[in-house]
């Protein structure tokens, strides 16, 4: 990642913020992924934490997608993630990208012995931060809804990396986590942006990318930067079979 994190550094427009500190980050996911009253929320997690989340347009939806994103971005860091984006004078983040380089030969064969453990632990290190803290959602408060939280999570968790094992590069590659751009500042080209520079990356790095998307708008877009879907595979509510949502599983090649 550091050939990544130079580049990063070294392009004058945009001028990333490359620094941001984690709250931000996912106070910047959270706002693009929650939606608004006038554009969509991110369609994936919506699916899947649509008993939980608060509905669309309520105020408390976005505060429980940042202690929800919390969990999977803090995995993704630890795993040597990076983060950039768009970012006004005072700091806040009008966009992000979060990417991580990704071996199936170490992730796919159970060589990080502990991982699942000091997920457990990080996991239990956000909730607690939240609850002490006094910024856990209302719609997080119910013991049934943080079992239910643990169990979807845990479930999804386990659904993208087995299709990630079927449908993504079978060599080390970028796997991009999300690309999200505050629903107020969408159509400014942000995103636009963001890709052009994970290809860069990926060129530079000579590593392909991967990355889950939903939706025929979302499918277009990351089309337009040469990704292709490898397979669109339903994710299925292990509850009721009769729930599943189509997910679109695409890789984009190296241009070198």
């Known amino acids: 990642m550091e050939q990544a994190k130079s580049l990063l550094q070294s392009n004058p427009h945009p001028k990333w913020s490359t620094d941001a500190s984690f709250d931000k980050v996912c106070a910047a996911i959270s706002r693009s992924f929650a939606g608004s ?24 939806r976005v505060e429980s997608y940042k202690f929800l994103m919390a969990f999977a971005i803090e995995d993704v860091f630890r795993h040597g993630g ?48 939240a609850k002490i803290g006094g910024t856990l959602p209302s719609a997080f408060t119910d013991e ?24 993504g590069p ?3 590659h970028f796997y991009v986590f999300n690309v999200a751009t505050d629903p107020d500042l969408q159509g400014r080209g942000y995103g636009g942006q963001l890709m052009n520079q994970i290809n860069e990356i990926s060129d530079a790095s000579g590593l ?23 397979k669109q595979h339903p994710l299925v509510d292990r509850k009721d079979n009769s729930q ?12 070198v």
């Not at 006038?38 to 669309?56: G, H, M, N, Y």
């Not at 199936?104 to 956000?126: Q, R, S, T």
């Not at 990355?211 to 292709?228: D, I, P, Q, T, V």
């Open 244 to 255: 599943q949502f189509l997910v679109d599983f695409m890789v984009r090649a190296t241009n």
């Open 208 to 230: 392909p990318c991967y990355l889950e998307c939903a939706g025929e708008k979302n499918r277009s877009f990351y089309e337009k930067f040469g990704f292709k879907t490898v």
């Open 170 to 172: 079978k060599e080390k």
């Open 37 to 60: 009253e006038t554009t969509p929320a991110e369609p994936i997690s919506s699916w899947v934490f649509r008993d939980i989340l608060p509905k669309q347009g309520e105020p408390e």
């Open 82 to 129: 990076i983060s950039f984006g768009h970012s006004d004078e005072n700091g806040r983040l009008q966009s992000c990208a979060i990417i991580r380089e990704f071996d199936p030969a170490i992730e796919f064969n159970g060589k990080h012995h502990w991982d699942g453990f000091v997920a457990g632990l990080m996991g239990f290190w956000i909730f607690i931060k």
């Open 144 to 167: 049934s809804a943080m079992k239910m939280l643990e169990e979807k999570g845990k479930q999804f968790d386990k659904d993208l990396k087995e299709l990630h094992k079927l449908y």
